[in-house]
């Protein structure tokens, strides 16, 4: 592991280390986590950028008495080594291992869950002001990426912290990269600040010089405070943060421990809300992760000589599908442009931005506000195909519903990771979409069950379709063949798979190869089921539904959702509204807890989904 890194168990012994030390373990550290994530997968470019500056923290702070608020989170795999749980990193992301998370229940020194963007200033205030309202003392640090930056609610926080006189301090960990290259105005501004730290020198210079004055220093230093606004306005126009009410302190190298533990000292003793801009290059160490930080910024398990992935992706999956037809549509309709919150690769839009560049928009990791812009893209006559992760999208709901579905404009929502993803546990799973989407009015939910469904689905969503249209779709590859009939898909229109007469399987996206499977097995111990492709959640197939229940007399439905609120609580609903109210029904989905980290199989199996489960609820059910 290594010789300084053996002797790490808890922060505090990094307090016993001088600065040679300490940079010996920031080598230690990097290569254990190189060696590590090559196995296990996981953040790891973001990781290796922020190495010094979790030291540097751990260093000056005390945790847990001190509160460390991680935003996002994925760059916490340093803390949790410094925390104690090194000895468990090779059950990183793992079915009851290790989160790639920040976990409450996992370690006192993670005292916040995250895992989304821009959230981390607002916890850290609410525990600044908690702290000062119960008189108690201790530091409170936000850590946020200039990606997480560009969120809104980030912004809303700096505005209240900064009119607040709490203790609060900010760090800025500025690398130019959300996942891909930062886009935007603000990205532009923290670059020239990058480029031209002239007024954090110059000030320090003036304050150093007029205090060694006698008698009249410290006077002069206080007149020139007062007149610091003009001061910065003619070295640097526009200082954001000073604005906003924060002493702003950098930008400085984020890979400097002693100058970082130097600023974070200074900080701990001064009064009011303070922002530290530190610069730190992603991937930092290894080569082709500086090279390549959006490919290293979520990677599976990788060879450390070449960079490669050991399992390598030969086939295309959900998303490069979506990206290839969508561009393929777009290159008949001139009208069709695409929006994208800071994911062009990972949502596979990679190629529409290379061959249409100018109908790209990445807003940068601001869901709501590319939601609102897509509607303002519709009401001005364009085709807008907004592709968003599911677990990210409900961090839109209200514009959803009041500025796309209430004016009943034609917005393509692409859901891409719906369902299970896996190993980024709770905070990622995209089983909620059908839930918060079922009851828009307005609003239609389509769900493939195959690459060929989903280029029909987007054929008619983005060109023969009138109003918000979804089309959710699962992480992954296509990997077992679904009968498919070469015709247009329309809401409303389900698909007769298989014909039985035992009970009918209600199926939908991901869960249609599972219900066929299980169907093949049930056919083996004598039960003839028949399968359903629902393929539309809103409006479901009534005739298909309800021809299909009175037939067998028993229904299971499969949903890759929370069952609350999903297909299978829309299919009751029908079955109650017609008067069939004697059909056995059982509705299968994810139950009303938060589903934790794992593969997708694992987690399939635990919750019983997986065919060889879904054999025996029908068993059960006969």
Sequence with gaps: MGKILDTINQPKDLKKLNYEQLNLLTDEIRKFLIDTVSKTGGHLA???????????????????????????????????ILTGRKEQFATLRKLGGLSGFPKVNESEHDIFNTGHSSTSISAALGMAKARDLKNEKYSVVAVIGDGALTGGMAFEALNDAGRSNNNLIVILNDNEMSITKNVGGLSTYLNRIRTEPVYFKVKEDIDFILNKIPAIGKSMA??????????????????????????????????????????????????????????TTKGKGYSFAEEEPDIFHGISAFNIETGKPIS????????????????????????????????????????FAEKFPNRLFDVGIAEQHAVTFAAGLAASGLKPVVAIYSSFLQRAYDQILHDVALQNLHVVF??????????????????????????????????PSCYKELQQMLLYAVSSHHGPIAIRYPRGREDYPIPFKQEQILPGKGELLLEGRDISIIAIGKMVEVALKAAEKMAKIGINAEVVNARSVKPLDSNLILHSAAKTGKIITLEDNAVIGGMGSAVLALLNDSGYNNIKVKIKGFPDQFIPHGSVEELFKLYGLDSDSIVNEVTKLL
């Design 312 to 351: 390598a992706k030969t086939e295309p999956d959900y998303s490069a599908v979506f990206g290839e037809t969508i561009t393929d549509i777009a290159a008949r309709d001139e009208s069709v442009v695409a929006i994208t919150a800071a994911m062009p690769i990972g949502t596979g839009l990679g190629k």
């Design 414 to 447: 692409a859901i891409d990771r719906a369902g299970i993803v896996g190993q980024d546990g709770e905070t990622h799973q995209g089983i909620y979409d059908l839930s918060y989407l079922s009851h828009i009015p307005n609003l239609v939910i389509l769900a």
């Design 46 to 80: 973001s990781n290796l950028g922020v190495i010094e500056l979790t030291i540097a923290l751990h260093k000056v702070f005390s945790t847990p008495e001190d509160k460390i608020v991680w935003d996002v989170g994925h760059q916490t795999y340093i803390h949790k």
């Design 222 to 279: 206080r007149t020139v405070q007062r007149a610091k606004g003009s001061i910065k306005y003619m070295i640097m126009p526009g200082m954001l943060f000073e604005e906003l009410g924060f002493t702003y302190i950098g930008p400085i190298d984020g890979h400097n421990i002693t100058n970082l533990v130097r600023v974070f000292n200074r900080a701990k003793k001064m009064k009011g809300p303070i922002l530290i801009h530190v610069y």
